[in-house]
């Protein structure tokens, strides 16, 4: 019905096909979700319609809608998993910038293999099963620290921002010498570099020009680049860490007493 609530997918059991002489194929919700992939893949997320996924797998649209009910359900799917392919130990090791690293690494390899992954799961709220075992790899990381649920559910969503940021930027990067035929590289050098040239030499933008000439990170290959900035976010987080327990171990300030006022004149 047109005003029936929605409900997630992970609340929705999984048909049951039974098998018989006779009977069309039945699919599962795997099946379904790694054809989706395999077309967002391809062709980009907004590829990955219901009737494109039944042609990749030899069938009709409606009869997917059997297995997951709208295209929003097939997203949440194709989200978890993708999580799945980032693999962590069964539970944080007990140094908690080594774990973050960690996870922090294998999602960007992720987020590469599937470029239209960030882009769904910070564009829209879900929790699968694979998700949700990676956020709990996060805040159990940062929990042997002692800071509290709020402090640690900030800090981890301060790393993957950096993540996902970082992820969107080197995208950026190959769609753009996708569509232009140059590799990074020659795109820096023979689209950007003359320009670029001619900044410097006009001397108007002396920190834009150390930034060129002198700074290290300008050359760097994107996975340094991103490394680079992890450890800077990492450092970030350990600087907190000391002043964020002192402010929880502080008692809280006492409220003023009310219902009297001081004397001015003694």
Not at 190 to 212: A, C, H, K, T
Request: net charge negative; hydrophobic share 35%; proline share 8%.
């Amino acid at each position: 019905m047109a005003d029936e609530e929605p409900t997630s997918i992970w609340m929705v059991p999984e048909r049951q096909e039974r098998s018989g002489p006779g009977r069309r194929p039945g699919y599962s919700r795997e099946q379904i979700t790694r054809a989706a992939v395999r077309v967002a893949d391809a062709e980009g997320v907004e590829a990955a319609t219901m009737r494109r996924v039944a042609g990749e797998l030899g069938t009709g649209a409606m009869s997917l809608y059997r297995y997951v009910p709208r295209r929003d359900d097939l997203f949440d799917l194709m989200i978890d998993l993708a999580m799945s392919e980032i693999e962590l130990p069964g539970s944080p090791s007990g140094d908690w910038r080594s774990d973050l690293a960690l996870l922090a690494g294998r999602t960007r390899a992720t987020g590469l293999r599937h470029p239209w992954l960030i882009t769904l799961l910070t564009s829209r709220p879900t929790l699968g099963p694979h998700l949700l075992r990676v956020h709990e790899f996060a805040l159990g990381a940062l929990d042997a620290t002692g800071l509290g649920i709020d402090d640690i559910t900030g800090l981890v969503g301060m790393l993957d921002d950096y993540t996902h940021s970082a992820v969107r930027r080197e995208l950026g990067w190959l769609d753009e010498a996708r569509r232009t035929g140059l590799d990074p590289e020659r795109w820096k050098r023979d689209y950007m570099g003359p320009y670029v040239r001619q900044v410097v030499e006009s001397g108007d933008f002396p920190l834009f020009n150390r930034s060129i000439l002198d700074s290290r990170t300008a050359h760097l290959t994107p996975e340094e680049r991103f490394r680079y900035g992890l450890d800077r976010v990492l450092d970030a987080i350990a600087a907190l860490i000391p002043s964020l327990l002192r402010k929880r171990s502080s008692p809280p300030a006492q409220p003023e007493p009310t219902g009297t006022k001081p004397d001015p004149a003694r």
